[in-house]
T-cell receptor
Framework: AQTVTQSQPEMSVQEAETVTLSCTYDTSESDYYLFWYKQPPSRQMILVIRQEAYKQQNATENRFSVNFQKAAKSFSLKISDSQLGDAAMYFCAYRSRFRYGGSQGNLIFGKGTKLSVKP | ETGVTQTPRHLVMGMTNKKSLKCEQHLGHNAMYWYKQSAKKPLELMFVYSLEERVENNSVPSRFSPECPNSSHLFLHLHTLQPEDSALYLC???????????FGPGTRLTVL
């Protein structure tokens, strides 16, 4: 079974600085998707970035980028020029690409990392 | 953030009550999900509904009962809950089972 591990329960970053959130996963599959979701306090979870395992190029969305190391099964999120609005819980998630049947499309989440941004 | 809505946003209920959580998606999606988010635990998928099938997590107690009358609405019926069922219940939807999921704001449930 696949597992997702976020080893940093909490992180802190100074406004305008850069921070990297870690995520590792375990799978025997070769094709899958990886996601970072952001959940601000008392607000809904939103998708930050998505990576397809068959693509070697790291995904980027404005100030958010990932470092995808497939062999190491690592998927870290880098936030550049941190802003106060980046403060949130960040969840790493895995999804198989080709599994069918009952578990198709199921997201497997890590426990999350709480990011604080200091002004 | 209004693509997936959930009501109520907060719910306090006793162990003998019966209540329902409602989720509605305005994105034209065909798959909907219920997740349970407890403190310091990963999000747990409870139920999935799609055009193709309904999928249940066999570890979910029968005191939780889902209903999906159409592709836009999803309910979670609650009865005789336990205090350990207190959590944030999140609804999500996706175009198809294999597509990216979009989440609602959640219902914060407290069972006394």
């Amino acid at each position: 079974a696949q597992t997702v591990t976020q080893s940093q329960p909490e992180m802190s970053v100074q406004e305008a600085e850069t921070v990297t959130l870690s995520c590792t996963y375990d799978t025997s599959e070769s094709d899958y998707y990886l996601f970072w979701y952001k959940q601000p306090p008392s607000r809904q979870m939103i998708l930050v970035i998505r990576q397809e395992a068959y693509k070697q190029q790291n995904a980027t969305e404005n100030r958010f980028s990932v470092n995808f190391q497939k062999a190491a099964k690592s998927f870290s999120l880098k936030i550049s020029d941190s802003q106060l609005g980046d403060a949130a819980m960040y969840f790493c998630a895995y999804r198989s690409r080709f599994r069918y049947g009952g578990s198709q499309g199921n997201l497997i989440f890590g426990k999350g990392t709480k990011l604080s941004v200091k002004p | 953030e209004t693509g997936v809505t959930q009501t109520p946003r907060h719910l306090v209920m006793g162990m003998t009550n019966k209540k329902s959580l409602k989720c509605e998606q305005h994105l034209g999606h065909n798959a909907m999900y219920w997740y349970k988010q407890s403190a310091k635990k990963p999000l747990e998928l409870m139920f999935v509904y799609s055009l193709e099938e309904r999928v249940e997590n066999n570890s979910v107690p029968s005191r939780f009962s889902p209903e999906c009358p159409n592709s836009s609405h999803l309910f979670l019926h609650l009865h005789t809950l336990q205090p350990e069922d207190s959590a944030l219940y999140l609804c999500a939807s996706s175009h198809v089972r294999r597509d990216t999921q979009y989440f609602g704001p959640g219902t914060r449930l407290t069972v006394l």
